[in-house]
């Protein structure tokens, strides 16, 4: 299996590299892989470099915060309250898998071309999946913990701090996992449309001016930033998943159980 | 005002070339799935990687596709195939891999050729699965080609919010942009649709 793998790798590679040399593509369309290292190494060496980076991360960052807070917010107060969940559901479910860009221009006119657009399509971007995952899992709550909270004559915001919240806490942290991706897709795809900084315009710009190799090297610094997150964030994810599971409450034996079922608002 | 403008044709031209990457990326995906679920080795091998193939940010890839076939439906086809073909591969790995063995078995107890294994058994068992496969594939293309069709300025529904915007027309654009959303939803819908149906005939 892992020497399938290495195969595959030292196959795609070669083809890449053959490609390159062969003389039948114009050889600045496909460059050898050395020459795209070199460039990346160039790239990771200068100081513009950075300050782009920063730009991007800044966008991101705020984009995915913004975007995540307002969905957690909204996704658990659809969970909670029935009739809240009943009449917001059907909107967020057609919205969710629209293409997001297609605001940007709405976004634009709102926030201006500067950092505020960028920012916003990420906290769009962000906000369905976290918005879908945390309504989901207010049905993983289990009922007997809201039955003790309900005993114990816990007031709603006790019972969503103290039940909701850690049982929904790993599902949450997965939407927000698919969150920080796509906000990752949405900042640097509105970059690249409008924008004098981030990595998203010094892609674009590498491949206005033609320099291939450098555009190659951006994508794939790009890339494994991306990779990079993505892998730190599903950490995270693994973790608050293993403690939740040693954490949860056994099921409790049915003769112990109660009979009434709880009626009303609680019952996602 | 968006009524002068070819709305009809550039629905159809984003719509003609959605369908076409949906049915590459069905006809490449089917058989991938397939392969890997026929030689257990390609399977262990490869799942991870195409599950995360599945959340990399394949779209910013475009400008590589822009370098390589030119600014034209080709490109937006090939970034709407290749995130389409992910999902259908995943799904159909996923479905052929949940045929309960007994049915398999069964079928080997008959004696039935490889051929018909395929046609009789699994493929009937792992239809609605990779129906949701080809669900997602719509989804992802719809997003990638319109997105895509607004960033290179090119094409169909994407190119004319864009064109909208440049002019300044913002009730016009607005209006292009309401007209997105609804394709999208009902898109959705009616695929959703089309499934569970499937999902309750098999």
Do not use: C
């Amino acid at each position: 299996m892992a020497y399938l793998r290495l195969a595959t790798l030292l196959l795609a590679w070669a083809a890449w590299e053959a490609l390159a040399r062969s003389g039948l593509v114009f050889q600045g369309v496909v460059p050898s892989s050395l020459t795209v290292l070199a460039s990346a190494a160039s790239e990771l060496g200068s100081l513009a470099f950075y300050s782009h980076l920063w730009r991007s991360t800044e966008e991101i960052g705020v984009g995915f915060a913004v975007g995540s807070a307002a969905g957690v917010t909204l996704g658990t107060s659809m969970g909670i309250s029935v009739f809240f969940g009943r009449m917001a559901h059907p909107y967020i479910h057609v919205l969710a898998p629209t293409p997001k860009i297609i605001f940007l221009p709405v976004l634009m006119i709102l926030f201006g071309v500067d950092i505020g657009s960028k920012i916003a399509m990420g906290a769009i971007s962000s906000f369905f999946p976290v918005v879908v995952a945390t309504y989901d899992s207010v049905r993983l709550v289990p009922p007997v913990l809201l039955r003790v909270a309900r005993s114990f004559r816990a007031s709603r915001w006790q019972t969503v701090a103290k039940v909701y919240f850690p049982s929904m806490l790993p599902a949450i942290v997965t939407g927000m996992r698919l969150g920080l991706g796509v906000a990752i897709i949405g900042t640097l795809l509105a970059e690249i449309k409008l924008s004098n900084r981030g990595l998203g315009f010094l892609a674009i710009q590498r491949y206005e001016s033609f320099h291939i190799p450098d555009l190659y090297a951006v994508l794939l610094i790009i890339f494994a930033l991306a990779v990079a997150a993505n892998i730190a964030i599903g950490r995270v994810a693994d973790r608050l998943q293993r403690r939740h599971v040693m954490h949860a409450p056994r099921q409790v034996p049915h003769r112990y159980d109660l009979k009434e079922p709880i009626r009303g608002r609680d019952r996602p | 005002m968006a009524v002068e403008e070819p709305l009809a044709s550039a629905f159809f031209s984003t719509l003609g070339v959605v369908f076409a990457a949906t049915v590459a990326a069905a006809v490449a995906g089917i058989p991938a799935g397939w392969a890997m679920y026929r030689f257990p080795l390609l399977g262990k091998a490869y799942e991870n990687w195409v599950a995360a193939l599945f959340s990399a940010p394949l779209i910013l890839l475009y400008p590589l596709f822009l370098v390589l076939f030119g600014r034209g439906a080709l490109t937006i086809g090939m970034v709407g195939f290749l995130s389409g073909v992910i999902p259908v591969t995943l799904k159909t790995y996923e479905g052929f891999s949940a045929v309960p063995m007994v049915l398999v078995n069964v079928a080997r107890s008959f004696n039935l050729p490889e051929r018909a294994l395929l046609a009789k058994v699994l493929l009937p068992a792992a239809l609605p699965t990779v129906f949701t496969g080809l669900r997602l594939a719509f989804i992802y293309t719809t997003i990638n080609v319109v997105g895509l069709e607004y960033l290179v300025n090119f094409g169909g529904l994407g190119f004319l919010v864009g064109l909208m915007y440049d002019r300044y027309d913002i009730p016009a654009m607005y209006a292009a942009v309401a007209f997105v959303l609804l394709i999208s939803m009902l898109g959705f819908s009616a695929a959703e649709r089309l499934e569970r149906r499937l999902g309750r005939g098999s």
